[in-house]
C-alpha cells in the first residue's frame, strides 16, 4: 500500500508548478509560503534550526500546544539543541511568524512528496520529529526512519471520522506509524485506537491532554480593552462557530435580553473565510453589532441586546476573560466539537449541543462536574445560554466547577517533556 502512495505522490510532482502557479496568482506575495511548501526554505531558516528538534502543528489549536512544548523543551537541561516549529495553515503561519521559537527555525510545513520531504530532511538534519496531535504524513516518516530519527505524536488524538479513514487503508497507515518511536496519546481510548492501527503497545503512553496545561491569556489586559463596550453587561461568546450555530447564540440573546438582561454576544466563526455570511446574516437580523476590527471606532448602537463580530486572528481565547457564558462551537452541527479548555480554563460555563464526537471525553467530565450543559439541539442551547445569562450566581458556580477540574488534570507537559527528553542522547541530541 506504501508503494502505491509513494508512486502516486511521485506522479503529484508533476503538478507543483501549477500548484505554485496559482498559489502565487490568488496570493502575490506568498512566494515564501510556496517556497516552503515545495521543500525550498531560505538556507537562513534550515541553519537556524540544523541539528535540532523539530515539532509540526497544522493550525492554530496545535501551534499553541507547540509553543508551549517548544518553550518547555529550550529551558530544559537534557536539551542544549534548536527548537524549530513548522505550521500548515497560513493563520497559523503568521502566528508563528509573529512569536517564532526562540532558538529555532519557523517555516511551512512541506508537501508530502518524496524529493520535497526528503530535501527538507536531508537540510534540517533533525535530532528529533515531534508531531501534535494527529499529523500522519507516511513520506515524510518514512525519509526520517531511513536517516533513523525518533518520531513522536504528542497529545495524540484520533477522531471517529479519522479512525474510519485509516481503517480503509491498513497498510499504509501501518507502514506509516511503525516508524513512530513514541506516541504520547491523550486518553486510553486515544492510545486504544493508535494500537488497533499498528502502533506497538510499548510504544505508547498515556500523558494527557497538552491543552490543559496552556497558559491561560492575560485576563486583567483582555478585560481592560473590552471594558468600555461591556460594562454592566453579561457577555456570551460563541466560539469556533459553524453556520447554523450563530442563529442560536443570537436567539439567547434575544430571550436574555427581553427578560431584562442587556447583553453582548461574541460572534467567533472557525474559520475567518465565514465573517461576510455571518455580516449579512445580522445586517438581515437587524440586530447592533460591528466588527471586532471596528470596535475601537464605531462601537454597536448601545441596546438592550448587542453583537460583536470577532473578525481578528489568536483573540478567541483571551475573550473568554471577560465571556459569563460560552457556546461550544462545531457541537450543533456535525462537525464534533471544538476545544472546550480554553472557556473552562476561565472559569466560564458552556452549552454544547450533541454532536461532541472529538471531544467527548474532556465534554463529559465538565458535564459531570455540572460546568457543561448538554442540549439536545439549537432551541434548548439557546434556553440554556439565555438562562446562565440572567442567573449569575448559577453561571459563577459552574464555571469554578470547570476551572478546578482542570487545575486538578493538569501535568500532561511535564509527563510529555519526560518521555521526549528519552528519546534523546543523555547529553543532547547529536
Not at 370 to 384: H, I, S, T, Y
Request: with cysteine.
Amino acid at each position: 500500500m506504501y508503494f502505491l502512495y509513494k508512486t502516486l505522490t511521485w506522479l503529484a510532482l508533476a503538478g507543483t508548478p501549477f500548484y505554485a502557479a496559482g498559489s502565487l496568482v490568488r496570493h502575490p506575495r506568498g512566494w515564501r509560503v510556496v517556497a516552503e511548501r515545495l521543500g525550498l526554505p531560505t538556507e537562513v531558516v534550515m541553519e537556524r534550526g540544523r541539528g535540532g528538534i523539530w515539532i509540526q502543528a497544522a493550525s492554530v489549536g496545535e501551534l499553541q500546544i507547540a509553543g508551549l512544548l517548544a518553550r518547555c523543551l529550550e529551558g530544559h537541561g537534557q536539551v542544549a539543541t534548536p527548537v524549530s516549529i513548522s505550521v500548515t495553515t497560513t493563520t497559523a503561519r503568521s502566528l508563528l511568524l509573529a512569536a517564532p521559537p526562540a532558538t529555532g527555525a519557523a517555516f511551512t510545513f512541506p508537501l508530502d512528496l518524496p524529493p520535497v520531504v526528503a530535501r527538507v530532511v536531508r537540510r534540517l538534519q533533525p535530532a528529533l520529529f515531534v508531531a501534535v496531535e494527529t499529523e500522519i504524513w507516511p513520506n515524510l516518516f518514512h525519509s526520517l526512519w531511513r536517516r533513523t530519527v525518533p518520531i513522536a505524536l504528542v497529545n495524540g488524538r484520533i477522531s471517529d471520522r479519522s479512525l474510519r479513514r485509516y481503517r480503509r487503508f491498513p497498510g499504509l497507515m501501518g507502514h506509516a506509524l511503525g516508524a513512530v518511536h513514541l506516541v504520547c496519546a491523550r486518553t486510553p481510548e486515544d492510545a486504544r485506537r493508535f494500537g488497533e492501527l499498528g502502533v506497538p503497545a510499548a510504544r505508547i503512553q498515556v500523558t494527557g491532554d497538552l491543552k490543559m496545561d496552556c497558559p491561560a491569556p492575560q485576563a486583567a489586559a483582555v478585560a481592560a480593552e473590552w471594558h468600555p463596550w461591556l460594562s454592566g453587561r453579561r457577555v456570551l461568546v460563541a466560539g469556533s462557530t459553524h453556520a447554523g450555530e450563530e442563529d442560536a447564540a443570537l436567539e439567547a440573546g434575544r430571550l436574555a435580553a427581553a427578560a431584562g438582561t442587556p447583553c453582548t454576544v461574541v460572534l467567533a466563526p472557525r474559520h475567518l473565510d465565514r465573517v461576510g455570511e455571518v455580516a449579512r446574516l445580522l445586517e438581515k437580523e437587524g440586530v447592533p453589532w460591528c466588527r471586532r476590527s471596528r470596535l475601537g471606532h464605531k462601537p454597536p448602537t448601545a441596546g438592550a441586546m448587542q453583537v460583536v463580530l470577532l473578525d481578528t486572528h489568536g483573540e478567541l481565547a483571551g475573550l473568554y476573560a471577560v465571556a459569563h457564558v460560552a457556546l461550544l462551537g462545531g457541537t450543533l452541527v456535525p462537525v464534533g466539537g471544538h476545544n472546550p479548555l480554553e472557556a473552562a480554563a476561565a472559569g466560564v460555563p458552556q452549552i454544547s449541543g450533541p454532536k461532541r464526537a472529538n471531544v467527548r471525553e474532556v465534554t463529559a467530565g465538565l458535564e459531570k462536574e455540572g460546568a457543561l450543559l448538554a442540549a439536545a439541539d439549537a432551541v434548548e442551547a439557546a434556553q440554556m445560554m439565555a438562562t446562565l445569562l440572567g442567573d449569575s450566581a448559577q453561571a459563577t458556580a459552574r464555571g469554578r466547577a470547570g476551572k478546578r477540574l482542570l487545575d486538578q488534570q493538569r501535568g500532561a507537559l511535564e509527563r510529555t517533556v519526560q518521555a521526549l527528553t528519552a528519546l534523546l542522547p543523555p547529553t543532547g541530541p547529536r
